[in-house]
Structures are given as structure tokens and as C-alpha cells.
Nanobody
Framework: QVQLVESGGGLVQAGGSLRLSCATS????????MGWFRQAPGKEREFVGA????????VYADSMKGRFTVSRDNAKNTVYLEMNSLRREDTAVYYC??????????????????????WGQGTQVTVSS
């Protein structure tokens, strides 16, 4: 059974930075796609970014490009989300997710929450003004 554990959330002032981590169990982490999503109160879950193919592929939602960076450390079975220039509207619960399919189906595949099999419990990020 694959388990995902996020950490690194918290309270930060607007303009600040945070780095979220997602540690996973499993023996073949390098083969899996890892995505980050977020959900603000009263809103639908939103794609942030994803990394696949041992990091050879990284994709982002257009609104996240330039401020957010997804990376992975395959030796530590961990994926990261570096968030810079944070805004109040970035306040949300952030989730990491894992897809074991190992079949390339185009970059838009990684944007869809339904394609991920396993999810972490989420970590709260609150940006204050």
C-alpha cells in the first residue's frame, strides 16, 4: 500500500515562501507521476503542478508558472513544492497525489485529479496580508 505524507504547511505573510514536502512509501517511486493539487474553502480542487518520468517531465497550471516549482528527490522518495511570492489567494489545503500508471498520455493527463490513485492527507497553507 502506498502512503503519502505531506509536511511544510503553515502561516506565511504575503510575499513570503514555503516549501512543501511529500514523502512516499513504495519501492518504485521513480516510475510514478507525482502531482500537487490545492483546495480552498468553497472551491473545487485545483491542479498546481506535477512531475513524472523521474523528473524528466514537469508541468504546471498556467496560473502557477513562475512562482511554484515542483521537484523530486528519488533517493528520498520525496516530492517538493516550492512556493514563492505567495498571495492571499494561495491559501488552501495542499495535497500531493501519486499515479502509478507509467503510461504517457499527454501532459493534460497530469492535470486531472481523477488520474491519481493515492492522495496524502493534505497540509494547510495560510497566507496573511
Amino acid at each position: 500500500q502506498v502512503q503519502l505524507v505531506e509536511s511544510g504547511g503553515g502561516l506565511v505573510q504575503a510575499g513570503g515562501s514555503l516549501r512543501l514536502s511529500c514523502a512516499t512509501s513504495g519501492r518504485t517511486f521513480t516510475d510514478y507521476a507525482m502531482g500537487w493539487f490545492r483546495q480552498a474553502p468553497g472551491k473545487e480542487r485545483e491542479f498546481v503542478g506535477a512531475t513524472a518520468w523521474s523528473g524528466a517531465l514537469t508541468v504546471y497550471a498556467d496560473s502557477m508558472k513562475g512562482r511554484f516549482t515542483v521537484s523530486r528527490d528519488n533517493a528520498k522518495n520525496t516530492v517538493y513544492l516550492e512556493m514563492n511570492s505567495l498571495r492571499r489567494e494561495d491559501t488552501a489545503v495542499y495535497y500531493c497525489a501519486l499515479d502509478r500508471s507509467r503510461v504517457y498520455q499527454g501532459t493534460s493527463y497530469y492535470f486531472q485529479a481523477k488520474n491519481y490513485e493515492y492522495w496524502g492527507q493534505g497540509t494547510q497553507v495560510t497566507v496573511s496580508s
